[in-house]
């Protein structure tokens, strides 16, 4: 079992910056990681995946050259860097984690998530 735990969202201004974070504990071990976000009446969408080893990155086209995810294998944790945040980023962000060490864009292929938290950016 995993369990995940996301910190870092709140209101900005457009054109800020946030970093969120997602603490990880359980059997953690192998886990390709995920962000993924939501607005109130859509579709939970990728924004963002990790491996295991932290070699491989993929990001969402609307997101790329904004955001960066990494992670610290010291103390199982995930970052999520958002800079240049637009108005459109505002959602609900969700950390996610696979059985698996390959990251995919897919969020049936994530097992385990987070309880969200709240990215507001304001025009």
């Known amino acids: 079992q995993v369990q995940l735990v996301e910190s870092g969202g709140g209101l900005v201004q457009a054109g800020a910056s946030l970093r969120l974070s997602c603490a990880a504990s359980?059997?953690?071990?192998?886990?390709?990681m995920g962000w993924f976000r939501q607005v109130p009446g859509q579709e939970r969408e990728f924004v963002a995946s990790?491996?295991?080893?932290?070699?491989?990155?993929y990001y969402a086209d609307s997101v790329e050259a904004r955001f960066t995810i990494s992670r610290e294998p010291s103390t199982n944790t995930v970052y999520l860097q958002m800079n240049s945040l637009k108005p459109e980023d505002t959602a609900v962000y969700y950390c996610?984690?696979?059985?698996?060490?390959?990251?995919?864009?897919?969020?049936?292929?994530?097992?385990?998530w987070g309880q969200g938290t709240q990215v507001t950016v304001s025009s």
């Open positions: 996610a984690a696979r059985r698996s060490p390959v990251p995919t864009p897919h969020q049936y292929d994530y097992t385990y």
């Open positions: 990790i491996s295991w080893n932290a070699v491989n990155t």
């Open positions: 359980g059997r953690f071990s192998g886990s390709a």
